[in-house]
């Protein structure tokens, strides 16, 4: 099955400082990565994804970018608010599966 | 639009008792539905993936006659949890998706506790 690594697990950034997560998978056949932003007690909510045949996609202050040969897509989250505090999941998808990363605590500090 | 509803949204029961939490797309047909489970300050664990009309899929080590999944409908989809007891006491998250999509549409998830 899909080995998903996040790191790191707890991210603590100055507003207006950019923050940076990296997923690591290891299921050659996944083609789907998408990022979730999740606060206490909340469903997780899809700020960003990205398909297998792209290498980067930007919304406005945060961006995907994705390495299928190294495996590995990473999250980018600039002039960071305090309200970007929350848990951040990455989701590998293969066979239209998610398969969750473990999650990253960010804290944004006024 | 691709609005999932979940009911309830809490509950608390008695162990041994059965709970039966229902996901149903709102404005869509879902062809998929999944089931999530989180534990506090942990990660979503995917429980069990059901199609419309046919028998749900579980993941390793989920017991499937502990938690019972119909997919009666391309709308609705409900997880019973029987005989339940304190352990089973989590966050139960719904999702949805359509035919071929990528993405996953996800309920607003029912609080467990089990006394």
């Known amino acids: ?110 | 639009g691709a609005v999932v509803s979940q009911h309830p949204s809490w509950v608390i029961c008695k162990s041994g008792t059965s709970v039966k939490i229902e996901c149903r797309s709102l404005d869509f047909q879902a062809t998929t539905m999944f089931w999530y489970r989180q534990f506090p300050k942990q990660s979503l664990m995917l429980m069990a993936t059901s199609n419309e009309g046919s028998k749900a899929t579980y993941e390793q080590g989920v017991e499937k006659d502990k938690f019972l999944i119909n997919h009666a409908s391309l709308t609705l989809s409900t997880l019973t949890v029987t005989s339940a007891h304190p352990e089973d006491s989590s966050f139960y998250i719904c999702s949805a998706s359509l035919l071929a999509a990528y993405e996953q549409y996800f309920g607003p998830g029912t609080r467990l506790t089990v006394t």
């Open chain 1, 1 to 110: 099955g899909e080995n998903v690594e996040q790191h790191p697990s707890t991210l603590s950034v100055q507003e207006g400082d950019s923050a940076v997560i990296k997923c690591t998978y290891s299921d050659s056949a996944s083609n789907y990565f998408p990022w979730y932003k999740q606060e206490l007690g909340k469903r997780p909510q899809l700020i960003i994804d990205i398909r297998s045949n792209v290498g980067e996609k930007k919304d406005q202050r945060i961006a995907v970018t994705l390495n299928k040969t190294a495996k590995h897509f990473s999250l980018h989250i600039t002039e960071t608010q305090p309200e970007d505090s929350a848990v951040y999941f990455c989701a590998p998808s293969s066979w239209g599966k998610l398969q969750f990363g473990a999650g990253t605590q960010v804290v944004v500090t006024p």
